[in-house]
């Protein structure tokens, strides 16, 4: 468990939407979960389903009654890594920035966005009861909080400068959403995410069907 090399990265890439539904599951008091059941309310394939779970599953499904949700919630947060909860900070509190740092999904996969960090002095203030503060406080606060991750949400003009600010404090991953390709030093991981290539996609899908 907590172990994903040897596992595909589609594989991986499943568990989040497992883990999804059978905390549904569980809120509505529901105690076990078939594969079958999971895969018809996930529209993929229960064969499919039942070679995933048996990768990360402590103990196997039991006849007629399925997998209990609880321990299996447990396994696959504990195979994800969501058992160890990791500190992450918004860098840019505009729009975007503001809707991440209210969002509280979070929680459930082991992430504490705990604030968000701005240059313009009117941005500073709270948001959803998590702090904004100025730029100038990110390195202490990422360095007495444990920050391992920031998300950038700047604009382009300000995503490099930002960035080193990032870089500066001790922050080893970066999850950018400014549209701009951001130069790092070893040792620090950048994923980017581009809504508008993510929307032209989909939309480029619809119009295929």
């Avoid at 549904?24 to 059941?37: D, L, M, Q, R, T």
């Avoid at 048996?54 to 504990?78: C, M, N, Q, T, Y």
């Amino acid at each position: 468990m907590g172990n994903t090399e040897n596992v595909s990265k589609a594989t991986v890439s499943r568990m989040p939407a497992y883990l999804r539904y059978l905390k549904g599951e569980e809120g509505k008091g529901i105690g076990y979960v078939s594969s079958a059941a999971i895969a018809a309310a996930l529209g993929v394939s229960a064969v499919g389903v039942r070679k995933d779970l048996a990768l990360v599953s402590s103990l196997p499904g039991k006849p007629r009654f399925g997998f209990e949700i609880h321990r299996l919630i447990a396994d696959i947060e504990k195979f994800l890594g969501y058992h160890r909860w990791t500190n992450a900070v918004i860098v840019g509190a505009g729009g975007l920035g503001r809707a991440i740092l209210a969002y509280e999904g979070f929680e459930n996969y082991g992430i504490h966005v705990i604030a968000a960090f701005d240059a313009s002095p009117a941005k500073v203030g709270a948001v959803g009861g998590k702090p904004v503060y100025p730029m100038e406080r990110l390195g202490d606060i990422a360095k007495r909080s444990g920050v391992r991750v920031a998300i950038l949400t700047v604009p382009r003009s300000a995503a490099q400068a930002a960035c080193d600010e990032i870089v500066r404090a001790g922050i080893p991953a970066i999850l950018n959403f400014a549209p701009v390709y951001l130069h790092v030093p070893d040792g620090v991981t950048v994923r980017y995410e581009d809504l508008a290539v993510s929307l032209a996609a989909l939309c480029g899908g619809s119009a295929d069907r």
